[in-house]
């Protein structure tokens, strides 16, 4: 093998370790989606840690609030009608809520790699069940798609 072509194999190794880049993941903020009104879309996201999601103000009159984050996880508050960004490394599960619309249903799962504090947020999820007066099913659902 000349040099050459040694350093190429040499570069594709490495290349080939390389962790791959993190994704950014879009969530839009709708008054009309595919599960109803007042959601975001997707409510359910897998992704892997390091990746971000950014939560798109596609209608206006709505924001993304995290309410439970994994133990040293990433939270956030977005303003009405703001665009926002996260990056989630710590891995586990997120749940998230618009405030206006958390009465109606608008919340949302994020599960980062393994879902160790499951059973953390499905207490949690209880309590914002009591908040919901429409739309009750969906945040049980979404929970139910954590694998
Ligand atoms: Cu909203």
Redesign the pocket.
């Known amino acids: 093998m000349s040099s050459i072509s040694l350093r190429g194999a040499i570069l594709a190794l490495v290349m080939a370790s390389t962790p791959a880049l993190a994704a950014d993941h879009e969530v839009k903020?709708l008054n009309q989606g595919k599960d109803g009104m007042?959601t975001f879309e997707p409510a359910f996201l897998t992704v892997a840690p390091g990746d971000s999601v950014t939560f798109l103000p596609t209608d206006m009159?709505?924001?993304s609030h995290s309410v439970l984050s994994p133990t040293d996880g990433a939270s956030w508050n977005g303003s009405m009608g703001e665009k926002v960004t996260v990056t989630l490394n710590k891995e586990g599960v997120y749940l998230y809520q618009?405030d206006?619309?958390l009465p109606l249903g608008?919340v949302g799962v994020i599960q980062v790699g393994q879902a160790g504090n499951l059973e953390d947020a499905k207490k949690h999820a209880e309590g914002m069940s009591e908040r919901i007066a429409v739309n009750k099913e969906r945040l049980n659902q979404y929970l139910d798609l954590i694998q």
């Open positions: 903020m007042m009159a709505h924001n618009c206006p619309h608008m």
